[in-house]
């Protein structure tokens, strides 16, 4: 099990979702996720659905605007990512999804689906 291997961090990751879209079974998720001391650029995103892996994307984007928050000059500039999960079951709400950010190979910290949360209305 993926999120065994890790160690799981009670910090939330920091990031934005730009990109959550589902059509024909294919899920596509882009935007941009860093550490929660914004010191390290993620290095992918794993995608969970009731504790079950679903997916994951590397992230290697480059993204300057992130670095404007870094706590080391330029170490967030490929915060980016940009994938999709092809086969998206039709009966799983994508909006019911949890996001967990690798962080230098050894810890997960969650990332909260900011677009699920402005469209459903909830905080």
């Known amino acids: 099990e993926i999120i065994s291997a890790f160690n799981l961090d009670s910090a939330m990751a920091i990031g934005v979702f730009d990109i959550y879209t589902k ?3 294919t899920l596509r998720i882009a935007g ?7 010191t390290f650029p993620a290095e ?9 892996f679903i997916g994951s994307g590397e992230v290697h984007i480059k ?6 928050i870094s706590k080391n000059g330029n170490s967030l500039l490929e ?10 079951p039709n009966d799983i709400d994508e909006c019911k999804l949890d996001f967990f950010v690798e962080i230098n190979s050894k810890s997960l910290q969650k990332m909260v689906n900011n677009k699920c949360k402005l469209l459903s209305g909830t905080n």
């Open 63 to 68: 993204r300057p605007g992130v670095t404007k």
């Open 44 to 52: 992918k995103i794993h995608v969970f659905y009731k504790e079950h």
């Open 79 to 88: 915060s980016g990512f940009d994938f999709s999960i092809l086969n998206f």
């Open 23 to 25: 059509k024909d079974n």
């Open 32 to 38: 941009w996720a860093i550490n929660n001391d914004k």
